[in-house]
């Protein structure tokens, strides 16, 4: 199984400034590799696929990178709206899909 | 707008079969390019993926959950469906229905509400 580790846990961030979510696999997952957000009581909403490719109406403040084993998601002025939680999903190794274990964006 | 809603009893006793039914609307779950899953979601964790399926039967299963779970689907009703045998307090999560992308990549591009399962006698 890949596991899939996200840092930090949680992140504090003021209205405005940039958020840096890490996401890193225990073994390389080439480029596939997806970005959720989660709010409280809702269905996780699809951001990123093939790591850096933004869904249908994801806002631009919103970009992911890496390859590999390593990637981040940058949400780079963060709205009241962004404040959630966040999984990150590699689909290379199938059927054994995983999922990080979040990291929640709080306002500081 | 594609839309998947879950459907089932909140509450299982442990030893017990858990079932649950994802009734699809606004698209057809008889769709070549779509893969529908069930991921799982603990009260305060993250999220399991538990099994996927095509519309023609054939189904996917995490190593992990593979002996107790069995999914399938009716594509007269556009539905799909979760048991999940031999249940314990581990197995209470929200779950969640969605459909896998299209262009044949294995993220989930729609998602269900989900709907809370309490293991408890």
């Known amino acids: 199984e890949i596991v899939m580790t996200q840092s930090p846990a949680t992140l504090s961030v003021s209205p405005g400034e940039r958020a840096t979510l890490s996401c890193r696999a225990s073994q390389s997952v080439s480029s596939n590799l997806a970005w959720y957000q989660q709010k409280p009581g809702q269905a996780p909403r699809l951001l990123i696929y093939g790591a850096s490719t933004r869904a249908t109406g994801i806002p631009a403040r919103f970009s992911g990178s890496g390859s590999g084993t390593e990637f981040t998601l940058i949400i780079s002025s963060l709205q009241s709206e962004d404040f959630a939680v966040y999984y990150c999903q590699q689909y290379n190794n199938w059927p054994g899909l995983t999922f990080g274990g979040g990291t929640k964006v709080e306002i500081k | 707008q594609l839309q998947l809603q879950e459907s089932g009893p909140g509450l299982v006793k442990p030893s017990e079969t858990l079932s649950l039914t994802c009734t699809v609307s606004g698209g057809s779950i008889s769709s070549r390019s779509y893969y529908w899953g069930w991921i799982r979601q603990p009260p305060g964790k993250g999220l399991e993926w538990i099994g996927s399926i095509y519309y023609d039967g054939s189904a996917y299963y995490s190593p992990s959950l593979k002996i107790r779970v069995t999914i399938s689907v009716d594509t007269s009703k556009n539905q799909f469906s979760l048991k999940l045998s031999s249940v314990t307090a581990a197995d209470t999560a929200v779950y969640h229905c969605?459909?896998?992308?299209?262009?044949?990549?294995?993220?989930?591009?729609?998602w269900g509400q989900g709907t809370l399962v309490t293991v408890s006698s």
């Open positions: 969605a459909r896998r992308s299209g262009d044949g990549w294995y993220y989930f591009d729609y």
